[in-house]
């Protein structure tokens, strides 16, 4: 068999689209067939009930290719207009009226600018909402940035200075056992979160925030105070100062990071404040 022609439609599209052949016995991959691929022509009468037909599975075809894009953009829109528009062609042609498809064509296109016109009135409103908040994210940024670089500065300054925890000093060899001791006098359970100083580390204070569930936090303060997160299966006095470490360590990315944020909202505003 070579061909195949059809005078009757599926209500699913799937079955328009993927061997809709077997429901008439005459699947082309049934044995004794040396063909590769099957002609299928599908035949519509003027002015008959096939129009409505069309109709129904163009609207099914719209609705599915909104769905499985979960996008309404421009270019989705483009990309799943050529199938839809070929089921209007079928029904203008069935109907007899060619101003059908006319009138199926504005519709896509009414649809498209509608769509474009929402876009574009939330893109709107987004930008104009960060322009309200780019004078705060500046300040903030900068008021970090120099926090980060006073915390830096004294984290340098006492890099060599030993560890110390609550009113003794320890070199980094003994601290750990020190802190060991330390952790023995905290609650198993706190009612609510509770902040425990625990000592002093290349001149920032750290210490845990404990919390009624979850893990422990560590955290370093200066001139700002950043913390992290323990692992849930190792929070002793090693793993407390290793964490210190890191967060000290992390100062300098985490400061390069906030200068090429500011970069980035300083041209913002001048794009915002220079006549388009």
């Known amino acids: 068999m070579m061909a195949a022609k059809c005078l009757i439609f599926p209500w699913r599209i799937a079955r328009l689209c993927v061997q809709p052949l077997p429901i008439y016995g005459l699947c082309h ?15 519509v009468t003027e002015g008959s009930f096939d129009a409505y037909m069309w109709q129904a599975l163009e609207t099914k075809a719209r609705f599915i290719a909104q769905v499985m894009t979960g996008a309404s953009t421009l270019r989705q829109a483009e990309d799943i207009g050529g199938q839809e528009l070929s089921y209007a062609e079928v029904k203008a042609l069935a109907s007899g009226n060619p101003a059908v498809l006319t009138l199926a064509e504005a519709d896509a296109e009414l649809q498209r600018l509608t769509v474009l016109k929402k876009h574009h009135a ?11 908040e780019l004078p705060g994210d500046i300040t903030r940024l900068e008021r970090r940035h120099h926090g980060l670089t006073q915390d830096i500065a004294t984290a340098t300054a006492h890099e060599r200075d030993p560890i110390l925890i609550g009113e ?20 198993a359970l706190v009612p609510q979160t509770h902040t425990v100083p625990l000592g002093v580390c290349r001149g920032l204070t750290f210490g845990l925030v404990l919390h009624p569930q979850g893990v422990p936090e560590v955290y370093a303060a200066g ?7 323990l692992s849930r299966d190792f929070h002793g006095s090693r793993a407390i100062l290793n964490a210190v470490e890191r967060l000290i360590g992390s100062a300098q990315a985490e400061r390069e990071k906030i200068a090429r944020d500011l970069v980035l909202r300083f041209i913002n505003d001048v794009r915002v404040m220079l006549p388009s």
């Open 168 to 187: 003794r000093r320890y070199s980094r060899e003994d601290a750990p056992e020190a802190l060991a001791l330390r952790l023995q006098t905290l609650p």
């Open 223 to 229: 001139a700002l105070t950043r913390s992290t997160q």
């Open 29 to 43: 991959m049934r044995q004794g067939n040396d063909n590769v691929a099957v002609e299928i022509y599908r035949y």
């Open 122 to 132: 939330d893109e709107q409103f987004l930008a104009r909402r960060k322009l309200r």
